[in-house]
């Protein structure tokens, strides 16, 4: 993998792990307000189970999400899915800060909170005072505007990461990738090894056996002529290297050149 690879795919890992502790942080804050209100008997608003809701999904999509780049990180579809989840987790946690704005508030004095209206001095239901609880939902209401911004960004690495693996796929310039290359990365069992050399199986053969050369053994080789020649006609009564001149070759058609007979 290039190193712009390794980069991206990191880099996306720990923005879904940055995602995984805000959104958990909020589970876990909004899970001890839904047990305070169970356990008083009180009556639970919606919207605070859709926090709790939005935030569980989130931090059991980031959990995937970090297995899954790490894994298969910019295959197409799950690019695709990715980024569309990324987005709409955006919009949860734009609802959540929604939510959860009277966290903005300075937390002195009378406070709106989950578990009620008081002033931040008094003792609240569960443990604490109402100024505790407050701040309690300030943390969900920063780390919920911190999650949207996060979204965004791993959205956009994403698209980054289907472009690489895009890349990485292409195996050379041609119609197909708009005539651009890669680095044409395959798998390791497909990757060809190493294969040694082989003389040629003619020279091989014209070596002869126990370390003679055609210099040494000269009826081992047999010299090339033209179709119209064979072995009977040039080899017969005389030396099996000496062979009539062919056309073009010094000697061929001279005056006074006599090709030399068989002997029958």
Not at 39 to 56: F, Q, Y
Request: positive net charge.
């Amino acid at each position: 993998m290039a190193l712009g690879g390794v980069i991206l795919r990191f880099g996306q890992t720990g923005l879904r792990i940055l995602e995984f502790c805000c959104a958990a942080i909020v589970l876990g804050i909004y899970s001890y307000f839904l047990a305070v209100l169970a356990d008083r008997n009180t009556h639970i608003p919606a919207w605070e189970k859709a926090v709790e809701g939005m935030s569980g999904a989130a931090c059991l999509y980031t959990i995937f999400g970090i297995l899954l780049t790490l894994c298969i990180g910019g295959l197409a579809v799950f690019s695709i899915l990715a980024i569309v989840l990324d987005l709409c987790f955006v919009g949860c946690f734009a609802a959540i800060a929604y939510y959860t704005r009277h966290g903005a508030n300075s937390c002195r004095g009378v406070v709106n909170t989950p578990l009620g209206v008081g002033l931040d001095g008094q003792a609240a239901p569960g443990a604490g005072d109402w100024g505790y609880v407050c701040t309690l939902n300030t943390a969900c209401f920063a780390v919920s505007i911190c999650n949207i911004f996060l979204f965004l960004v791993t959205a956009v690495v994403q698209v980054l990461l289907a472009r690489h693996h895009r890349k990485e796929k292409r195996f050379g310039p041609g119609p197909t990738n708009n005539y651009t290359s890669g680095t044409a990365r395959q798998p390791f069992w497909r990757r060809s090894r190493k294969t040694g050399y082989t003389r040629d199986a003619e020279m091989a053969t014209g070596a002869g056996i126990g370390g003679n050369t055609p210099a040494h053994n000269a009826t081992t080789v047999r010299p090339s002529h033209e179709t119209g020649m064979t072995g009977s006609t040039v080899n017969a009564g005389h030396n099996p290297m000496t062979t009539e001149p062919k056309y073009g070759q010094p000697g061929y058609g001279m005056q006074g050149y006599s090709a030399p007979s068989a002997n029958y």
